[in-house]
């Protein structure tokens, strides 16, 4: 069983950059796909993107991250990251990492098991 807790949530302006951590407790961290969901108020959960489990070789992106968030892993330290630049007033939301086993599912919410409380992002215009 993993437990997670995401955190580095804030308010940035129109164009300015965040770095999301999650850190997780529990065993065998490194055998997990790890990814980052949002949603906004009204909206149903959105995937983000994830990295594949052990050496994080697969990387997966949601049409929203393209060109402006990548996600990393630091297996020694039980943490996941979410870096997201060029931020957009739509990029607002409440951020959740996961965890998760699926390789068939690793781009929905179903391909998760374990999940953070969230953080909220606040992007200003």
């Known amino acids: 069983q993993v437990q997670l807790e995401d955190s580095g949530g804030g308010l940035v302006q129109a164009g300015g950059s965040l770095r999301l951590s999650c850190a997780a407790s529990?065993?065998?961290?490194?055998?997990?796909?790890m990814a980052w969901f949002r949603q906004a108020p009204g909206k149903e959960r959105e995937f983000v993107l994830a990295?594949?489990?052990?050496?994080?070789?697969?990387?997966y992106y949601g049409d929203s991250a393209k060109g402006r968030f990548s996600v990393s892993r630091d297996n020694a330290k039980n943490m996941a990251y979410l870096q997201m630049s060029n931020l957009r007033p739509e990029d607002s939301a409440v951020y959740y990492c996961?965890?998760?086993?699926?390789?068939?599912?690793?781009?929905?919410?179903?391909?998760?098991?374990?999940w953070g409380q969230g953080t909220q992002v606040t992007v200003s215009s």
């Open positions: 990295i594949s489990s052990w050496s994080g070789a697969n990387f």
């Open positions: 529990g065993r065998a961290f490194d055998s997990y796909n």
């Open positions: 996961a965890a998760g086993r699926s390789a068939a599912r690793v781009m929905l919410p179903s391909g998760y098991d374990y």
